[in-house]
Nanobody, 120 residues
Framework: QVQLVESGGGLVQAGGSLRLSCEAS????????MGWYRQAPGKERELVAT???????NYADSVQGRFTILRDYRKNILYLQMNSLKPEDTAVYYC??????????????WGQGTQVTVAS
């Protein structure tokens, strides 16, 4: 099993910054993709930013230019640097990852989520 643990959420004023972290642990052979998603109250979970298997990044239009996704391949940690935060960024942020736990077994995991609240 592969576990994902997020941290770094909290309350921040509009215009401020936060850095989220997601650490993957357990039996990991390789991680093929990792990404951040978020879910605001009453809304569906949406993509924020992802790393693809080839290492390319993808951002939601709403966060492009404000958020940066970073990955420490050696430590299996994913980061999300969030700058110029807006009240509409308020949501629970989830880490997602998939790959192989062994040469023959795949995994797809979600973290428990971390709350980000941006006050106006």
């Amino acid at each position: 099993q592969v576990q994902l643990v997020e941290s770094g959420g909290g309350l921040v004023q509009a215009g401020g910054s936060l850095r989220l972290s997601c650490e993957a642990s357990g039996t990991i052979f390789s991680i093929i993709y990792m990404g951040w998603y978020r879910q605001a109250p009453g809304k569906e979970r949406e993509l924020v930013a992802t790393f693809s298997s080839g290492g390319s990044t993808n951002y939601a239009d709403s966060v492009q230019g404000r958020f940066t996704i970073l990955r420490d391949y050696r430590k299996n940690i994913l980061y999300l640097q969030m700058n110029s935060l807006k009240p509409e960024d308020t949501a629970v942020y989830y880490c997602n990852a998939g790959g192989r736990s062994t040469a023959l077994q795949t995994f797809a995991s979600w973290g428990q989520g971390t709350q980000v609240t941006v006050a106006s």
